[in-house]
């Protein structure tokens, strides 16, 4: 692997083992199935994605690229991880998804070859995995065209989110695999919004998102305290 590129082969090589588990509802990634209607909805909200070209960061199996996608966008899904993009694709042919594609490519790479040419980009769940997230943001900017929507997810860092993300979800009541998340990689709202602004990325809204584990259900609030979505917008 290229020693430059902006990953952690550990955080890959975890999500490739997973691969196969995507599309089902019951596994690991039962999560992203259950808040993908959240963020999708607050997506189409703000940027009404119908018709635009969109492009979606650290794709993985493709379950937000396949939703954009039915929404009636242009959807070009890009991750690091082979295994989960053979996944996206076999999922896109067996449900005939309409105008999606995968490509293996980093951000920072797709920035570079292709600037400015994407009305939206979302980049979820991804921020906390990777060891320099404001090259992601970099990029993020470079690829949105001006006046375009930039849309991330991540986790803050703070004592009550290392309680809730860690050791309640992954420990406790194994919403997710132990050692999904590296508390140290979290990222403060505060830091997230300065990278943008260095970038020239303007912050338009923020939720957070929350769940109640008695009634396993999921919903947006304006409580940003452990997860929470931004959605910025290159001037």
Same mark, same amino acid.
């Given at each position: 692997?290229?020693?430059n590129?902006?990953?952690?082969?550990?955080?890959?090589?975890?999500?490739?083992? /997973?691969?196969?588990?995507?599309w089902? +509802?019951?596994?690991?990634?039962?999560?992203?199935?259950?808040?993908?209607? #959240?963020?999708? =909805?607050?997506?189409?909200?703000?940027?009404?994605?119908?018709?635009?070209?969109?492009?979606d960061?650290?794709?993985?199996? =493709?379950? /937000?690229?396949? &939703?954009?996608?039915?929404?009636?966008?242009?959807? %070009?899904?890009i991750? #690091?991880?082979?295994?989960?993009?053979?996944?996206?694709?076999?999922?896109? /042919?067996?449900?005939?998804?309409?105008?999606? @594609?995968?490509?293996?490519? $980093? *951000?920072e790479?797709?920035?570079?070859?292709?600037?400015?040419?994407?009305?939206?980009?979302?980049?979820? @769940?991804?921020? @906390?995995?990777?060891?320099?997230? $404001?090259?992601?943001?970099?990029?993020?900017? *470079?690829?949105?065209? +001006?006046?375009?929507?930039?849309?991330? $997810? %991540?986790?803050?860092?703070?004592?009550?989110?290392?309680?809730? &993300?860690?050791?309640?979800?992954?420990?406790?009541?194994?919403?997710? +695999?132990?050692?999904?998340?590296?508390?140290?990689?979290?990222?403060?709202?505060?830091?997230?919004?300065?990278? =943008?602004?260095?970038?020239?990325?303007?912050?338009?809204?923020?939720?957070?998102?929350?769940?109640? +584990? #008695? %009634?396993?259900?999921?919903?947006?609030?304006?409580?940003?305290?452990?997860?929470?979505?931004? *959605?910025?917008?290159?001037?």
């Open positions: 692997m290229n020693n590129l902006n990953a952690d082969p550990a955080e890959l090589a975890k999500f490739s083992d /997973l691969a196969h588990r995507w089902d +509802p019951e596994s690991e990634f039962r999560p992203l199935h259950q808040i993908n209607p #959240l963020r999708l =909805g607050w997506i189409e909200g703000i940027a009404r994605i119908t018709g635009k070209k969109v492009l960061i650290g794709c993985g199996g =493709g379950i /937000l690229s396949d &939703a954009m996608a039915r929404k009636g966008a242009k959807v %070009t899904g991750d #690091l991880s082979v295994k989960a993009l053979r996944v996206a694709e076999l999922h896109a /042919l067996e449900a005939a998804t309409p105008n999606v @594609e995968y490509r293996e490519i $980093s *951000a790479a797709l920035a570079l070859q292709e600037p400015a040419s994407f009305d939206v980009v979302t980049c979820m @769940e991804m921020l @906390e995995h990777v060891p320099d997230p $404001s090259s992601i943001v970099r990029a993020c900017a *470079a690829l949105v065209r +001006p006046g375009g929507w930039v849309f991330f $997810s %991540t986790l803050n860092r703070n004592p009550k989110s290392f309680l809730f &993300a860690i050791l309640g979800a992954e420990y406790v009541l194994q919403l997710l +695999p132990k050692g999904t998340h590296e508390y140290a990689k979290f990222i403060k709202p505060s830091e997230l919004a300065s990278y =943008g602004r260095a970038v020239g990325l303007e912050l338009a809204d923020t939720r957070g998102m929350e769940y109640n +584990p #008695l %009634t396993r259900r999921y919903w947006l609030s304006q409580d940003t305290s452990v997860n929470y979505l931004f *959605a910025m917008r290159r001037a």
